[in-house]
């Protein structure tokens, strides 16, 4: 069974830093694409970024409004897939989610529960 | 950035009846690199329909997808109370990108 479990969320103020982890199992972490998204309270899904697998390139791409203070890592021997956060901002706060994306689908097929980051003073 | 705008924002219907919602790209997302997820309130989103048009493993047969180019739509032909969520269209041709949802209440 193809589990996500993040971790990592909680009250954090504005301009420090935070590190959210997301255990993977079941599935060839390795051989997969993998993706952040969240989503603020009361809003819609917003799509954070994407590491493609290593064997693939491990090309790293991001959301424009997050990309300089954000940065996205995954460990392939551990399954764990990172989303290292610097200058939290308030508009940060929300419910992230890590994702497996399959490319030839454009889709990312499982999702964990999510993890909440707040970023208040 | 491609921009996706979804319609109607808010879709209330009573069980039975079809539901058609609809998501516009402002440019063309080729290889009809379009999914459709289904987001119940503090559960993880699921993936109904990936390519515009196939389902995801386990999927219901009543939730169907359609449309190219810039145009595309979701079908969910006889809703059920469980059906109940906020759906959300997602082009992944460049960075991902998704719409604002549409929240379907079932009466």
């Known amino acids: 069974e193809v589990q996500l479990v993040e971790s990592g969320g909680g009250l954090v103020q504005p301009g420090r830093s935070l590190r959210l982890s997301c255990v993977t199992s079941?599935?060839?972490?390795?051989?997969?694409?993998m993706s952040w998204v969240r989503q603020a309270p009361g809003a819609g899904l917003e799509w954070v970024g994407f590491?493609?697998?290593?064997?693939?390139?491990?090309?790293?791409e991001y959301n424009g409004a997050v990309e300089g203070r954000f940065s996205i890592s995954r460990d392939d021997s551990g399954g764990v897939l990172y989303l290292q956060m610097n200058s939290l901002e308030e508009e940060d706060t929300g419910v992230y989610f890590c994702t497996r994306e399959i490319s030839h689908l454009g889709a990312s097929d499982y999702w964990g529960r999510g993890t909440l980051v707040t970023v208040s003073a | 950035e491609v921009v996706l705008a979804q319609s109607p924002d808010t879709l209330s219907l009573s069980s039975g009846e079809r539901a058609t919602l609809s998501c516009r790209a402002s440019?063309?997302?080729?290889?009809?690199?379009l999914a459709w997820y289904q987001h119940r309130p503090g559960q993880a989103p699921r993936l109904l329909i990936y390519r515009a048009s196939t389902r995801a493993t386990g999927i219901p047969v009543r939730f169907s997808g359609s449309g190219s180019g810039t145009d595309f739509t979701l079908t969910i032909s006889s809703l059920e109370p469980e059906d109940s969520a906020v759906y959300y269209c997602q082009q992944r041709i460049s960075r991902g990108t998704f719409g604002q949802g549409t929240k379907l209440e079932i009466k």
């Open positions: 590491i493609r697998s290593k064997g693939l390139g491990g090309a790293i």
């Open positions: 079941g599935f060839s972490f390795r051989d997969a694409a």
């Open positions: 440019q063309s997302v080729y290889s009809n690199f």
